[in-house]
């Protein structure tokens, strides 16, 4: 058992430069919720389900983390900071990381239709802060998901997502092989997919509106030189010009 709470304390040491020893990531509050987890997940599965939802409200005003017994949680979970909510039927991997202010919730709770409603979390993903995953969807092994990023469909292992709704964006291929990314977020400038459009056609807009106010003015000069070669025609009775 201490083997095993050593190896779960070094996995988030080597996720979180801040602790300088095992006894201070003891009192992240990720860990303590974690463990009241446990407790309340075992709980739950042998229906005790009072006891089960009691725990979980002690841990949740205490951590301000708050995870459904119900849901399964794989080895090294690391939740950094607090304000996380992890629903009921939500699956969760190993070494997943979660910052602090994601939701891993369900879709459309008032229609009161049970079975699978929350997400599956594979291996090795990234959920950063702000983020909301949605829905009985599955987020593949190594994926990230970036700030305050809104999924509602599936993601390809080690995609990484970006906006609302979420979409997968490019990534240096030397960013790619890094091991763990903070925050799930590239300190290189990646760009949302959606925003490079919006770009590109605010560039081409720009064009056409110089384009159009050229021709504008080579239409005003035409007029001018037929005005003026009007005035300079020679008059028919005079034989002068007007």
Not at 195 to 214: A, D, F, P, Y
């Amino acid at each position: 058992m201490f083997s095993a709470l050593s190896e779960y304390l070094d996995s988030i040491r080597a996720r979180d430069p801040a602790p300088r020893s095992r006894w201070e990531i003891l009192l992240y509050p990720g860990v303590l919720a974690l463990g009241l987890h446990r407790v309340a997940h075992w709980l739950f599965t042998g229906e005790l389900y009072f006891l089960a939802r009691l725990i979980n409200h002690i841990s949740r005003f205490l951590t301000a983390i708050d995870i459904h017994p119900g849901a399964q949680i794989g080895r090294f979970l690391f939740v950094d900071h607090g304000f996380v909510v992890i629903g009921e039927t939500a699956v969760i991997g190993d070494n997943v990381t979660i910052y602090q202010g994601a939701t891993l919730g369900g879709r459309n709770p008032t229609d009161g239709v049970g079975g699978k409603r929350h997400p599956t979390i594979e291996d090795d993903v990234i959920v950063s802060l702000g983020a909301a995953i949605l829905g009985p969807l599955t987020v593949g092994k190594g994926a990230r998901i970036g700030a305050n990023a809104v999924v509602t469909r599936d993601v390809a292992p080690g995609s990484v997502m970006v906006g609302i709704p979420a979409r997968p964006t490019p990534v240096d291929a030397a960013e790619k092989q890094r091991g763990f990314v903070q925050y799930g977020t590239p300190c290189s400038q990646t760009f949302d997919p959606s925003t490079q459009k919006l770009e590109l056609l605010q560039c081409e807009i720009l064009q056409m509106q110089e384009r159009i106010r050229q021709l504008m003015e080579e239409r005003d000069e035409a007029r001018k030189a037929v005005r003026s070669g009007d005035h300079a025609a020679p008059d028919r009775d005079t034989g002068t010009a007007a």
